[in-house]
């Protein structure tokens, strides 16, 4: 297995690096005082057990978080304000249930994925029509759109929000326009409009991970500090990227189906109902 750790190709930049490891461990300590422990997944655990850095053609860091049970929706909102407060603009999405953190003005996004404990598995929403390159219907991802801004939640300073790209300006002004309306209607919405969209046959699976990867979870050095990991990272990026993950490939994902057959990932069938952690 080939090691990359002086010979690493240079790709497109997509993320801000120098400020990315202040930000994700301050998103971090911030989940920590919500009593909720995030830790290095995917690429991000990728690059700090492979190049002992985060990978800068990354466009985001992904961590994270197993809940036994649904997440309390009261520490949402605290924890959404938390980040505005340190200069985030954060959306919590609780039809994939995963936090997705941004800076208005540097190329900084840090995801938080909720993971549940399923027999051996940790698991959480593999739904295909949020991968365009997989070629699903445009309607269909339009409609998977609909269902996921309803069951949004996002807490935004409005200088910072005008900061962004105008569509991101558009999909948080959208997110706000439909809280307001009651919860029972939205859900029935996102329940009709995710109906139709994942209608097609394994297009809202479960990616699952083994639990004995992962826990228990140990410290790992980054960027002069701590972080958490699982305590067993090579195995695990192995089952993610494949026997040769430590040769850098950019814009890989195990979600295309060109690469389906290198990743080790499971899909479980989904039994997720829209009414189980909708805000």
């Not at 430590?246 to 990932?265: E, G, L, R, T």
């Amino acid at each position: 297995m080939a090691s990359n750790t002086h010979s690493s190709p240079i790709f497109l930049e997509r993320s801000d690096i120098v400020n990315l490891p202040f930000s994700v461990l301050l998103v971090v300590n911030i989940f920590k005082q919500y009593s909720y422990f995030p830790w290095l997944c995917y690429g991000a655990l990728l690059g700090i057990i492979r190049e002992q850095r985060l990978l800068p053609w990354n466009n985001d860091v992904e961590l994270g978080l197993v809940c036994s049970e649904p997440i309390d929706k009261k520490k949402v909102k605290k924890i959404l304000d938390h980040l505005v407060a340190h200069g985030f603009i954060p959306t919590y999405y609780s039809t994939s249930q995963s936090f997705s953190v941004r800076h208005p003005s540097l190329a900084i996004q840090i995801n938080v994925n909720i993971f549940s404990v399923y027999n051996h598995y940790l698991v959480r929403p593999h739904e295909v029509p949020s991968q365009p390159e997989n070629g699903y219907p445009f309607l269909l991802q339009c409609f998977w759109w609909i269902s996921t801004i309803l069951g949004a939640k996002v807490s935004v300073n409005f200088r910072q929000l005008f900061q962004l790209p105008l569509h991101r300006i558009m999909r948080f002004l959208f997110i706000l326009l439909l809280q307001p309306i009651p919860r029972l209607f939205r859900i029935i919405l996102a329940s009709f409009f995710h109906t139709i969209a994942t209608r097609p046959a394994n297009s809202s699976m479960l990616s699952a991970i083994p639990c004995d990867y992962v826990f228990p979870i140990i410290p790992i050095p980054f960027y002069g500090s701590l972080i958490d990991s699982p305590h067993m990272p090579t195995q695990l990026l192995e089952y993610l990227y494949g026997e040769d993950w430590k040769v850098p490939k950019d814009n890989w994902s195990f979600y295309a189906d060109k690469n389906k057959s290198i990743s080790k990932v499971v899909y479980l069938p989904s039994k997720y109902k829209i009414t189980t952690a909708f805000l």
